[in-house]
């Protein structure tokens, strides 16, 4: 009842209430999902892995290849078009955009080879501070939001759409995570935050050999980082993990397995985004205080999308403050990123060279189905981000054709 109106179907068709909204509040624009509410059951649309509690027993099936059937659904096509809508949409005073739910789209957690769920790591011994626990593979687990695997990429892109970090908690398990969809490190970020009791604690003590070559991590990073792919296929880049450890605080039960809270700061003047991952007995404003080894991490605020460029559309001249929007074009055309440019020159990349681009301007305030003020259309990339230019006069709009 603390949130705006549910967006979209307000009940299910088994009578249960939906929340899923935005709220734009702090110059900052949010999407609140329910990322299991639409989620299929596995035991249903996976038979033949035997599934139990999320869990696949049928030791001859393989999640990386079979699991991601057809029909599977993660959000679903309410909270896709929920998305979708918020993605294009920047009332002002909005200049961030971050998505709140549950779970991060990834499986960060790692178990015994042996084991068949992660039901035993509650009994595990908690290691000691230094020491990387062997014999671990990467875990498969349905309750995560690492499957399905294309619903997954889908949540994953419409997030790069809308220029979105992602901010959850409920996997126990306090994470930074840079997304992949196509290749490594081409979506966004996502901190989900350590749990504040961890009754139910996860790790993540993947096996080194297995970490992808590439990304930015320094040598001396724990091999729990750097880019992996999770039980179940998805392109990860781990940047910090508050794995259990042994420690002197009391009661050791509750303190060893992890516990705390998470922070987000946004530095608009700066254009940076900080994650930190606490533990819970410290004051974060305490002289000397530190957060969990591996945090702070600090991104880029602009670097939710990572791909490559294949090509550039013209260089927009602006007047000041504008939202920008490329389309690719199409019998269905697609957004492919909308933005909100601060003044001076705005650089449009595309991704991919076999279809024609329109570019949408409006002053800031747009809300997804108003009219765009100012729009091209039919454009084709070129190699260099400033081969052509077009001065955007949002006031007088332009001759040839465009608004």
């Keep these: 009842s603390h949130l705006p109106p549910p967006q979209g179907a307000s009940r299910l068709a088994n009578g249960i209430s939906t929340y899923h909204t935005t709220l734009d509040w702090g110059g900052g624009s949010f999407a609140i999902l329910g990322d299991r509410m639409y989620k299929s059951p596995p035991a249903v649309l996976v038979p033949e892995g035997e599934v139990r509690n999320g869990w696949f027993r049928n030791p001859d099936f393989d999640p990386v290849t079979q699991s991601d059937v057809p029909g599977a659904v993660l959000l679903g096509e309410v909270q896709h078009d929920v998305l979708r809508r918020w993605g294009t949409t920047w009332r002002e005073p909005v200049w961030f955009k971050a998505c709140l739910s549950q779970s991060p789209f990834a499986n960060v957690a790692t178990i015994p080879e042996e084991a068949t769920s992660g039901s035993i790591i509650p009994s595990l011994e908690v290691p000691e501070p230094g020491v990387y626990v062997q014999g671990d593979k990467r875990a498969a687990d349905m309750d995560s ?30 994470s930074t995570l840079r997304y992949g969809v196509e290749q490594f490190d081409d979506a966004g970020y996502v901190l989900s935050s350590p749990a504040v009791a961890n009754t139910w604690p996860r790790r993540w003590f993947p096996d080194p050999t297995e970490r992808v070559d590439g990304g930015d991590q320094p040598q001396a990073a724990p091999g729990y980082t750097g880019r992996y792919r999770d039980g179940f296929g998805n392109a990860m880049t781990v940047l910090a993990v508050a794995n259990p450890r042994s420690g002197e605080v009391e009661p050791k039960r509750l303190h060893d397995r992890a516990p705390g809270y998470g922070i987000a700061r946004v530095d ?32 880029p605020l602009d670097g939710a999308d990572g791909r490559t460029p294949l090509g550039w559309l013209p ?35 595309i991704f991919d060279e076999e279809v024609s681009y329109a570019i949408r301007v409006a002053r800031p305030g747009h809300v997804a189905g108003d009219a765009w003020p100012w729009e091209r259309v039919g454009l084709r990339p070129s190699r260099a981000p400033a081969d052509s230019r077009i001065a955007v006069d949002l006031d007088g709009g332009e001759p040839d054709g465009s608004r």
Excluded: C, K, M
């Design 268 to 299: 608009r003047a700066a254009g940076t985004l900080t994650f930190e991952a606490w533990p819970r007995h410290v004051d974060p404003s305490a002289p000397a205080a530190a957060p969990y080894l591996g945090w702070p991490v600090t991104v």
């Design 145 to 174: 939001n690492g499957w399905p695997r294309a619903g997954r990429d889908v949540a994953v892109s419409l997030l790069r759409a809308a220029g979105a970090f992602h901010l959850t908690g409920d996997q126990h398990l306090g």
């Design 315 to 349: 260089e927009l001249t602006l007047d000041g403050p504008a939202i920008v929007e490329v389309v690719a074009e199409g019998p269905e055309p697609e957004v492919v990123y909308t933005r909100r440019v601060e003044d001076g020159v705005a650089r449009l990349p």
